[in-house]
């Protein structure tokens, strides 16, 4: 029995051993072989590797995609117009040489990124400084951005070359500062708020003009609509006294007896008018008491 547990011990120890001198090396990382502290191999294709055992040999990982670096500070920035600007940018980097990378920068990514950090806003710090404000929102825009690669790749490319390959650079905000930027909104809004009421009151004056053109050109074609009325009245006025004059004037005792009856129609229009006359001697019941209505009625037979 304490053979086959010596056996045992013996195959778990074998196994052991051999798996920590085996290690496997992803497509996304570089693989860094250590022997007493000092780099001894870097590894950049991917697969089953060897190496000697702990503490002989020893294993890190370094991520070889491309790394992505956002701005974290919020510190304003001088223009040079002297005008406190906030910038977000971002850069897009990767580590390119492992062995340079570690000797120069660190044991991991985010020993490159806080240095990288530290370059890019120097680099926009001195770039802002010679710009404006206008530039910075125009098409010098792009201008910043070249200027501020080619400064962090000169840095990283020194004496001391990082190891590191910058990509890109990129500006994704440019604003004033809070109490400025609240200033800016305060006399925006009261700018905006200035030519609404000056479009109001030439709305309102505008609107006035035009009802006052309307109400002259109603009042005009009121005027010219009661003049040719009058006149088509006074047209049909005459010729309806032209017509009744001539048919008056071919029998006057008919044109009498009419104007009568239409005296009579006027006077008694009503069932409760009421009349106290003497018919024997009023001139206005001359006719019926005359008896010219016989007469009309036996001449028109």
Not at 280 to 301: I, M, P, T, W
Request: contains cysteine; charged residues 30%.
């Amino acid at each position: 029995m304490n053979r086959i547990g010596f056996l045992a011990t013996t195959c778990l120890v074998v196994l052991a051993l051999m798996s920590s001198m085996f290690f496997v090396v992803d497509q996304r990382q570089f693989g860094v072989v250590y022997a007493l502290g000092q780099i001894k191999e870097v590894i950049t294709e991917p697969g089953l590797n060897f190496k000697l055992p702990p503490p002989f040999q020893n294993v890190s990982y370094i991520d070889k995609r491309l790394l992505t670096l956002d701005s974290k500070d919020t510190e304003p920035m001088l223009t040079a117009e002297k005008q406190r600007v906030v910038i977000d940018w971002y850069v897009r980097w990767r580590i390119s040489e492992p062995a340079q990378y570690i000797r120069n920068v660190g044991l991991d990514e985010e020993a490159g990124a806080a240095q990288l950090n530290r370059v890019v806003r120097n680099a926009f710090q001195e770039e802002i400084n010679k710009r404006t404000v206008k530039e910075l929102l125009s098409l010098k825009r792009e201008a910043v951005m070249e200027d501020v690669k080619r400064e962090v790749l000169g840095a990283v490319r020194g004496a001391k070359p990082w190891g590191v390959d910058v990509v890109d650079v990129r500006i994704t905000r440019v604003d004033y500062v809070e109490a400025i930027t609240e200033s800016v909104y305060r006399r925006m809004e009261a700018e905006r708020k200035r030519v609404a009421n000056e479009l109001r009151s030439t709305g309102a004056a505008e609107g006035e003009k035009i009802r006052a053109d309307a109400d002259r050109q109603r009042e005009v074609a009121i005027a010219n609509a009661t003049r040719d009325a009058q006149r088509v009245k006074g047209e049909g006025d005459a010729e309806a006294a032209r017509i009744y004059a001539e048919a008056f004037g071919r029998d006057p005792q008919f044109a009498h007896f009419y104007r009568s009856l239409e005296a009579y129609k006027a006077t008694l229009s009503k069932k409760s008018d009421v009349m106290v006359v003497d018919p024997s001697g009023s001139e206005f019941f001359k006719v019926l008491r005359d008896g010219q209505a016989s007469n009309l009625s036996s001449s028109r037979r």
